[in-house]
């Protein structure tokens, strides 16, 4: 939780509501990180949420006409060290059953039922999220396309702020300083 004091007589209240709703945000909010994969000259997104809050996204980089969801996977894991991809193969497809981001591990096969444990598959229709109707290996992305893996919950991927904006607006909101006429 974030804490700020400031000197006695020296808070505004359009300052300290900003500062209450800084403090307000979940610790686990935003993006672990954004890294940068691929090569080309189209790029699309890959978010990945985790169990425990966390979001990593990925601008994956591609030249092909044909390059699906499941080879924008296949690249972020060719491409870095801390980065593992868990899955089966059947005649339908692939069935994506772990993921490991910098030794934090999310594996599932969906036999916990009620409890979703396994990875959900979204699309970023241009307005919202959805759950995707097709699989990774079916969906071929354009520039500019989102997808988003979920683990552990059947709520859509969390939203990712600009944070710079989102603080400076709020910041804003209390930076007003009073003038005193002195005569």
């Known amino acids: 939780m974030l804490s700020i004091s400031l000197r006695r007589g020296a808070r505004s ?3 300290s509501i900003a500062f209450a709703a ?15 994969v691929g090569a080309g000259a ?3 997104t ?8 966390d979001s990593y996204l990925f601008l994956v980089r591609f030249g092909s006409d ?26 339908f497809g692939v069935f994506l059953t772990g993921i490991t981001i910098d030794g934090d591990r999310d594996f599932g096969t969906g ?8 990875w959900q598959f979204w699309i970023d ?12 290996q079916a969906r071929v992305l354009a520039s500019g396309d989102a997808d988003a893996w979920v683990f552990g919950s059947n709520a859509p991927p969390q939203p990712i702020p600009a ?21």
């Open 46 to 53: 890959v978010q990945i949420d985790q169990d425990d809050g």
């Open 66 to 91: 044909s390059f699906t969801s499941w080879d924008a996977l296949l690249t972020i894991d060719a491409e870095l060290d801390s980065f593992a991809l868990e899955y089966q193969t059947y005649s």
């Open 125 to 136: 229709n241009g307005s919202e999220w959805e759950a995707s109707m097709v699989g990774a």
């Open 163 to 183: 944070p710079a904006a989102g603080i400076g607006a709020l910041l804003m909101m209390g930076v007003s300083r009073r003038r005193r006429c002195v005569g």
């Open 22 to 36: 800084l403090a307000s945000l979940p610790a686990s909010a935003g993006v672990v990180s954004t890294i940068e």
């Open 111 to 118: 036999d916990l039922w009620p409890i979703p444990n396994y």
């Open 42 to 44: 189209r790029q699309s």
């Open 13 to 15: 209240p359009a300052l």
